[in-house]
C-alpha cells in the first residue's frame, strides 16, 4: 500500500521542528569567496537544466503534433500541418 503524500509532508515537518529546536548556536565562519563560488555552481546547475528542457522541448512538441494527427485521423478531421 503506497504512503499518503500527507504522511511523508507531516513526518518531514515533524522532523523540521525537531531539527530547529535541538540545534544549538552554530558559531560558523563563511569565506567570502564560498558565495561566490556557490553563485557559478547555481548558474551552471540553472542553465544545464535549463538547456536539457530546451533540448527535449522539440521532443515534446512532435509528440504533441503526432497525437494530435493521431487524433484527426481517429475521428476524421482535417488537420493543418503547419502546427
Known amino acids: ?11 518531514l515537518c515533524r522532523g523540521l521542528a525537531l531539527t530547529v529546536l535541538m540545534t ?3 558559531e560558523a ?14 548558474y551552471i546547475l540553472f542553465y544545464g537544466v ?3 528542457f530546451l533540448y527535449c522541448l522539440r521532443y515534446i512538441k512532435q509528440a504533441l503534433v503526432d497525437g494530435k494527427q493521431y487524433l484527426s485521423k481517429l475521428f476524421g478531421q482535417k488537420v493543418d500541418d503547419d502546427s
Open 1 to 11: 500500500m503506497p504512503i499518503s503524500h500527507h504522511v511523508i509532508i507531516a513526518v
Open 24 to 26: 544549538g548556536s552554530a
Open 29 to 42: 565562519y563563511i569565506d567570502p569567496g564560498t558565495t561566490g563560488m556557490l553563485s557559478q555552481l547555481l
Open 50 to 52: 535549463l538547456g536539457v
